[in-house]
């Protein structure tokens, strides 16, 4: 249990940087798949979904982590699902009072961050065990991390697929746009590529560690 | 909508719309079981059953919370059958074939998290499907989720023996061939229409 003593031990601010790169859950963990490749298809999309996923994320933390002690640890997945469930029913009636354009097109993904393994992952593992304080800077961090990742995505397809950013044309008229961006292959194919990105930047970095090695 | 023939339906949810390769719901079983032909087939069939179940339960819900006017506790409730649901075929499976209660191994309780069930009680509720319709939606779903299960099982059994970078290794890999699976089921798109 060394490695459970080591974050207990942390200050605040570590818990909300481990979330944004190191533990990165889409890139690294590779968790919440679903949203991630299906509404991903417009920044404007990826940034609505990222942030209702934090605020969801952040909520449930919270109560889960309070609610700590008195959860019996036979019915605890079916009380955070419980938890999880009440928090994203109001997320969705708050879009849908917001812009009833975005709920449309967010459709029933909304409804799914119930079953996104990302929100049910940390709760598991991080707000059952630490304290309120703790698990908010948790869920701050990896639902930054989240949304990052997102952004990362919905850029990409958004630029390449209809030649815009959050719905600025940026190229000339001509530009042909990449249907193929737009469709679901595309988001199989722009996650595929980040993850070659990231996957070739940490084996260079550990080339680079070896050969220092050799050389002292 | 509601007129759909049941052909159509069952075509639209297993093909042209495919649960996996369109609409990306399920995609965390997809990535994580379709590395063996045998327990792809298997996982394949325990969401197919539970697909039906959930999906009868969810329509009679829906009708009930209708009914007394609390449309809002639908998510709720929907997850919590969905739940019970797949506890009751754990303890099914555990009783009827230890060994392949054994070999599904953590994704059996995983099929609670599984986006694709919650979505296909949310999608027919959308849709406003009768109760056959609906039921014809649950199989065409899971036959469906099968396919490119064994689809994509078939197709990393034979990559085991490519010989791959090692920087394309693992996940990204994956990804790559299922967006090629993704653009040949596209070409089902002119079949029901």
């Known amino acids: ?216 | 909508m509601t007129g759909d023939p049941l052909w159509s339906i069952f075509l639209n949810a297993c093909l042209i719309n495919n649960f996996v390769l369109a609409y990306f719901l399920g995609i965390c079983p997809f990535l994580g079981v379709s590395g063996k032909m045998e327990t792809a087939t298997r996982m394949g069939g325990a969401v197919m059953f539970v697909m039906l179940v959930s999906s009868t339960c969810a329509y009679w819900i829906n009708v009930l919370l209708l009914a007394i006017d609390a449309p809002y506790l639908k998510l709720i409730s929907f997850i919590a059958v969905i739940a019970s649901t797949v506890q009751l075929v754990e303890m099914f499976i555990k009783k009827v074939s230890p060994t392949l209660f054994r070999q599904l191994g953590i994704f059996l309780p995983l099929i609670t998290t599984n986006c694709a069930i919650l979505g296909l009680a949310l999608f027919q509720t959308n849709k406003g499907y009768s109760f056959v319709q609906s039921i014809f939606y649950a199989l065409g779903a899971g036959v469906g989720f099968t396919l490119a299960l064994i689809l994509m099982a078939g197709l990393r059994e034979k990559l085991e023996l490519a010989a791959v970078p090692d920087v394309v290794k693992g996940t990204a890999l994956t990804l790559m061939l299922a967006g090629l699976l993704s653009i040949a089921f596209m070409g089902f798109a002119g079949l029901g229409g």
């Open chain 1, 1 to 216: 249990m060394a490695g459970l003593d080591q974050t207990t031990d942390k200050r605040g601010t570590d818990e909300f940087i481990k979330g944004l790169w190191r533990e990165n859950p889409v890139f690294v963990q590779v968790l919440g798949m679903c949203p991630v490749l299906a509404v991903t298809n417009t920044a404007m999309n990826a940034l609505a979904m990222g942030l209702a996923t934090m605020f969801v994320l952040v909520m449930s933390n919270i109560v889960i982590s309070s609610l700590r002690s008195f959860i019996p640890k036979q019915v605890r997945i079916a009380t955070y699902i419980l938890v999880i469930a009440t928090f994203v029913t109001v997320t969705d009636y708050v879009i849908a009072a917001i812009s009833l354009d975005l709920h449309k097109a967010l459709g029933a993904f909304i409804s799914l961050i119930v079953v996104n393994c990302l929100i049910l992952g940390r709760a598991e593992a991080f707000a059952s065990k630490n304290t309120v304080g703790k698990s908010i800077m948790d869920g701050l961090g990896m639902g930054v991390g989240f949304v990052f990742a997102l952004l990362c995505l919905g850029a990409v397809r958004e630029i390449f697929g209809s030649g815009s950013l959050f719905g600025v044309e940026l190229f000339h008229e001509r530009f042909q746009d990449w249907v193929m961006m737009v469709l679901p292959a595309g988001g199989f194919f722009t996650l595929a590529g980040w993850l070659l990105l990231f996957n070739w930047m940490k084996e260079r970095k550990a080339r680079a560690r070896s050969l220092e090695e050799e050389a002292a």
